[in-house]
């Protein structure tokens, strides 16, 4: 189980019915409640959440221009 600090009990506590969730900015979150007195405890977790990428063609090689001699 998941541990948070309840800011009501000023505790650490396992959170209770945690779900993890991913926030606006990409990160990963868990969400759930205090088992002591029901308050929503949220803990956010280390990382980006990854995206799932579909495969791509192979990039093309640069193109150079010749360098101009005077």
Known sequence: ???GYCVKCKAKKEIIDAVEE???????AIKGKC?????????ILGGKATATVAPTEPAASPVTKPSSTR
């Open 1 to 3: 189980m998941p541990e």
């Open 22 to 28: 991913t926030m606006k900015n990409g990160r990963k």
């Open 35 to 43: 088992p002591t007195c029901g308050t929503v405890m949220f803990k």
